[in-house]
T-cell receptor
Framework: DQQVKQNSPSLSVQEGRISILNCDYTNSMFDYFLWYKKYPAEGPTFLISISSIKDKNEDGRFTVFLNKSAKHLSLHIVPSQPGDSAVYFCAASAKRNRDDKIIFGKGTRLHILP | NAGVTQTPKFQVLKTGQSMTLQCAQDMNHNSMYWYRQDPGMGLRLIYYSASEGTTDKGEVPNGYNVSRLNKREFSLRLESAAPSQTSVYFC???????????????FGEGSWLTVV
């Protein structure tokens, strides 16, 4: 039973355009969400996060939107750059219940085309 | 600034052998995690420890044991390795600050394990 779903295994976007990566979750207890980027043979690195008390968080070219009623979040990258080609993981946690479990989705491989 | 350090980086095991993956963090984080990454499966949580002295099962705990030796160290043990445990293993840690900030999880560089 997947609690965090990234339904697009891969996505190709032209350089300079907007990349939109989507994530859905099923557990209504999740209250904190994170996006990670992973290059081959490296550990995942943190990109941006959002708590359930917000519906948008922005950091430079990266913006995360949270729609709690739809249990959906998305990561927008604009403009997309070649170095953005990587696997992106969405993750969720439920801090209020203090067990601090963090669940990741299966990832979306983003290809930025020249 | 080491962050999260895990060893070994590469290991080949024969079926039935045992081994322990070591992980240490120097950020004074309370929580530590072990994940495995397999093609098409993303990062799956094996075990986690919300604080020193506590451990809990994640999504795929079968075939593994863990020890939270102290606040810094969290080890993962395979008692009798199976080919299905061939994977890349990542250790991670974080400190919860508040609901709104400071909750980043930091990962190690990964340990590539092959069971033949």
């Amino acid at each position: 039973d997947q609690q965090v779903k990234q339904n697009s295994p891969s996505l190709s976007v032209q350089e300079g355009r907007i990349s939109i990566l989507n994530c859905d979750y099923t557990n209504s207890m999740f209250d904190y969400f994170l996006w990670y980027k992973k290059y081959p043979a490296e550990g995942p690195t943190f990109l941006i996060s959002i708590s359930s008390i917000k519906d948008k968080n922005e950091d430079g070219r990266f913006t995360v939107f949270l729609n709690k009623s739809a249990k959906h979040l998305s990561l927008h990258i604009v403009p997309s750059q070649p170095g953005d080609s990587a696997v992106y993981f969405c993750a969720a946690s439920a801090k209020r219940n203090r067990d601090d479990k963090i669940i990741f989705g299966k990832g979306t491989r983003l290809h930025i085309l020249p | 600034n080491a962050g999260v350090t895990q060893t070994p980086k590469f290991q080949v095991l024969k079926t039935g052998q045992s081994m322990t993956l070591q992980c240490a963090q120097d950020m004074n984080h309370n929580s530590m995690y072990w994940y495995r990454q397999d093609p098409g499966m993303g990062l799956r949580l094996i075990y986690y420890s919300a604080s020193e002295g506590t451990t809990d099962k994640g999504e795929v705990p079968n075939g593994y044991n863990v020890s939270r030796l102290n606040k810094r160290e969290f080890s993962l043990r395979l008692e009798s390795a199976a080919p299905s445990q061939t994977s890349v293993y990542f250790c991670a840690s974080r400190m919860i600050v508040s609901l709104s900030s400071g909750n980043t999880i930091y990962f190690g560089e990964g340990s590539w394990l092959t069971v033949v």
